[in-house]
């Protein structure tokens, strides 16, 4: 017998080299895998949605697998019987019963990141929160959002990736939600290229310290030329936030 799998997945990236496995540290994909051999018996590979950096975290990971050979572990019981074999900074949040061709990456429609920026020091924000130390406008950062939302060529907001092609965006949301502690920086779109959401915030905030116009966002994207990119928003503000499927897999698990 063969499951075809899908889990939602989170984790804290600080100790990590990112969700793929990569021969120069360990990575979240290789705990998972590890962590299903043992439970199942046999090797699981995994396929995640998207494949975060360094630091990054994730609330809403979502990665399809398929178990061979049969187990007897309930649907219900298996994040369970994963995460008693996980560290404590990665957790699967549920496990369901997916189609054969569920394909966690191509399949996805939306993905929505979350950047939080905190606005007071603090060492609980400090693993999950950027603390910029050069003052910035909360309203110019809000309008330099804007600027992103629509179809786009997002070379210039990329980092370089000799295997990326394509480098169109459909960017559907691009906000600033102030909260009483923190702004989230919500960037929803179709797909995200290597580095986009983090190149995205470097550029806001620049407009927000008035280093850059606000008309230099459109015009530096049209140019399509990494020379132009602001300094890139350090990793550890950066979560993974929601996948969504047609499927509708996980969509009524709470998210930020």
Not at 95 to 117: K, M
Not at 222 to 250: K, T, W
């Amino acid at each position: 017998m063969t499951r075809h799998l899908a889990l939602l997945i989170e984790y804290d990236g600080t100790d990590y080299a990112g969700w793929q496995i990569q021969p120069n540290g360990m990575s979240v994909q290789q705990r998972i895998e590890s962590a299903m051999f043992d439970a199942f018996g046999v090797p699981c590979g995994i396929v995640g949605s998207g494949r975060t950096d360094s630091g990054v975290h994730a609330r809403g990971q979502v990665a399809h697998t398929r178990v061979t050979d049969g187990h007897d572990i309930p649907i219900a019981k298996i994040p369970v019987a994963l995460n008693v074999r996980l560290p404590r900074d990665i957790r699967i949040r549920d496990a369901a019963e997916v189609d054969a061709d569920f394909h966690a990456r191509f399949g996805a429609i939306r993905r929505e990141y979350v950047y939080v920026i905190s606005r007071e020091a603090s060492v609980f924000h400090r693993r999950f929160a950027w603390k910029p130390e050069i003052p910035y406008d909360e309203g110019l950062l809000g309008n330099a959002a804007r600027e992103f939302v629509g179809r786009h060529d997002m070379t210039t907001y990329s980092k370089h990736n000799h295997v990326i092609e394509n480098h169109v965006c459909d960017i559907t949301t691009c906000i600033v939600e102030p909260e009483s502690d923190r702004l989230l920086i919500r960037i929803a779109a179709d797909r995200f290229v290597y580095g986009m959401c983090r190149c995205i915030v470097g550029a806001m905030m620049d407009v927000a310290r008035k280093k850059l116009p606000l008309h230099a966002i459109a015009e530096y994207r049209e140019a399509r030329d990494r020379s132009m990119q602001s300094p890139i928003a350090p990793a550890h503000g950066l979560i993974l936030n929601r996948v969504s499927y047609a499927n509708d897999v996980f969509s009524h698990h709470p998210s930020f």
